[in-house]
């Protein structure tokens, strides 16, 4: 008894360490922490849930499975975008036309809107195994929100 049940109890520890390692492979609801963002980040703009077409147009994103963008009148550069990718390397080649985005959101309102600079400069930009979350904002509530979330 004791021969069989010894490496069943280290084959089930190992398993369970296992299970505990790969930081970023809990499985969460993009569209409820777009939702949170949108609720509890405080905004200047009023932002609202773009359709989905806009993962290609604003981001240049083309396959992720599920995206939620929520975008203002324009007059701040506040935005809000959570994507579910297939894999972590999708999300990763996402968080890079993540960042282009930014800068190419930083070098418009540079010319336009300079006052909106910082909150493209503090954007907070976080992948995590599939996911990507990216909001534009100012204050300390998106990052709080989203490191809750991509822990």
Same mark, same amino acid.
């Given at each position: 008894?004791?021969?069989? !049940?010894?490496?069943?109890?280290?084959?089930?520890?190992?398993?369970?360490?296992? @299970? *505990?390692? =790969?930081?970023?492979?809990?499985?969460? /609801?993009?569209?409820?922490?777009?939702?949170?963002?949108? $609720?509890?980040?405080?905004? $200047? /703009?009023?932002?609202?849930?773009?359709?989905?077409?806009?993962?290609?147009?604003?981001?240049?994103?083309?396959?992720? %499975?599920?995206? !939620?963008?929520?975008? *203002?009148? =324009?007059?701040?550069? +506040? %935005?809000?975008?959570?994507? $579910?990718? #297939?894999?972590?390397? *999708?999300?990763? /080649? *996402?968080?890079?036309?993540?960042?282009?985005?930014? $800068?190419?959101?930083?070098? /418009?309102?540079?010319?336009?809107?300079? +006052?909106?600079?910082?909150? &493209?400069?503090? #954007?907070?930009?976080?992948?995590? =195994?599939?996911?990507?979350?990216? @909001?534009?904002?100012? =204050?300390? +509530?998106? %990052? +709080?929100?989203?490191?809750?979330? &991509?822990?």
């Amino acid at each position: 008894m004791k021969k069989v !049940f010894m490496p069943v109890l280290i084959a089930v520890l190992c398993a369970a360490l296992l @299970c *505990g390692c =790969g930081a970023g492979s809990a499985e969460i /609801d993009p569209e409820a922490l777009a939702q949170e963002l949108a $609720e509890k980040v405080p905004f $200047e /703009d009023q932002l609202s849930l773009a359709p989905e077409a806009a993962a290609e147009k604003l981001y240049a994103i083309v396959d992720a %499975e599920r995206a !939620f963008i929520y975008t *203002g009148s =324009g007059a701040t550069a +506040e %935005e809000i975008a959570v994507f $579910e990718f #297939a894999d972590e390397a *999708g999300a990763k /080649d *996402g968080l890079a036309l993540a960042r282009q985005r930014i $800068e190419r959101q930083t070098e /418009d309102y540079a010319s336009y809107i300079p +006052e909106e600079l910082p909150r &493209l400069e503090n #954007a907070v930009l976080r992948q995590s =195994g599939r996911y990507l979350a990216v @909001c534009v904002s100012t =204050g300390a +509530e998106a %990052e +709080e929100i989203i490191e809750a979330w &991509l822990e």
